[in-house]
């Protein structure tokens, strides 16, 4: 792996990472790769997680963070991404990028010299997803499970499909009609998913799709760049909504996930988030121990 731009950048060292992962976070692996290397992190969009996480990992890890937005660049005042790229390649070891179009990462990547880390496009989320696999594999031993993704096929959910299907896990997406994972990535899952076993689905009726499930999982009804749509996705997504009585009708040990921010009383309730099943607080500290691994990764083996 030099890059990590889309789960499928990852697929042969998904266990790998996530074990990676497992030992920086018990403190069995100690090394520093990034000792004197400088990270850049430039970021489009806004973040808490990402951010902070990446910038402590980064310096957990021995480096320098440099958070750099859009504002602070020239790319905002239109240079060339490529250019961009081949500058920064001469000031920096590896490039995090929070981006609103997945293109811009694939362009950056296409001209920098160094390593390039997703940290959220429009269309995968790659980093938050080895923290779920990590969430899980604590909380469930293994990836011999169901989990169902409920409402908005977005980011998240089109690298978790991916994930799900390249290591044999189940996965069911709960979503209205319209609202689907990407129609590319969801049929690349169902093809790996005839490799590894993983029954990947997309079902309407959401009491239905958690029957039996191990994990359930949500995100917000409205990403960032679809505020536009608010009032057509509040009143689409209302019966997507995690409560008590839809937790109810999963496994008695279900476990609950949300990559946050939440926005309780939409799509989870607020009694969801702080019950004995929800395991959200465990997997937003996971994104530093997943961050810290995919730049171990890269630092140790290219």
């Known amino acids: ?28 692996i100690t090394d520093k790769p990034l000792k004197d290397k400088s ?3 430039i970021f489009e969009k806004s973040s808490t997680r990402t951010r902070v996480s990446f910038e402590v990992g980064i310096h957990q890890l021995g480096g320098q963070p440099l958070f750099l937005t ?44 160094i390593p390039v880390v997703s940290a959220l496009t429009d269309l995968e989320h790659p980093c938050q997803i080895f923290a779920d696999l990590l969430t899980i594999k604590e909380y469930k031993g293994d990836f011999d499970r169901k ?24 996965m ?8 689907e994972p990407d129609g590319e990535i969801y049929e690349l899952a169902l093809e790996e998913a ?19 499930a191990d994990v359930l999982y949500t995100d917000v009804w ?4 679809d505020e536009d749509q608010k ?11 995690i409560n008590m009585e839809l937790l109810s009708k999963a496994k008695d040990d279900a476990i609950v996930m949300h990559c946050l921010p939440a926005i309780r009383g939409q799509e989870i309730t607020d009694d969801v988030m702080l019950c004995d099943q929800s395991a959200i607080w465990d997997q937003a500290e996971n994104r530093l121990h997943a961050q810290k691994a995919v730049l171990y990764y890269l630092f140790t083996n290219n």
């Open 1 to 28: 792996m030099e890059n990590l731009i889309s789960m499928g950048d990852a697929k042969d060292i998904v266990y790998e990472l996530v074990n990676i992962a497992e030992d920086l976070k018990s403190g069995k």
């Open 39 to 41: 990270v850049g992190m």
């Open 70 to 113: 859009t504002k602070d660049l020239q790319i905002g005042r239109g240079e060339p991404i490529p250019d961009t790229a081949r500058v920064l390649s001469r000031f920096l070891d590896c490039i995090t990028i929070r981006a609103k179009k997945h293109e811009t990462v694939l362009e950056l990547a296409e001209n920098a010299s």
């Open 147 to 170: 989990i169902v993704f409920i409402g908005d096929g977005n980011n998240v959910c089109n690298s978790l499909l991916l994930a799900a299907a390249y290591i044999g896990m189940d």
């Open 172 to 179: 069911t997406v709960a979503c209205p009609e319209g609202y």
């Open 194 to 212: 005839k490799v590894t076993g993983a029954k990947i689905e997309i079902e309407r009726d959401v009491e239905k799709a958690v029957e039996n």
């Open 222 to 225: 409205i990403s960032m760049g």
């Open 231 to 241: 009032e057509e996705r509040e009143r689409v997504f209302v019966p997507y909504q």
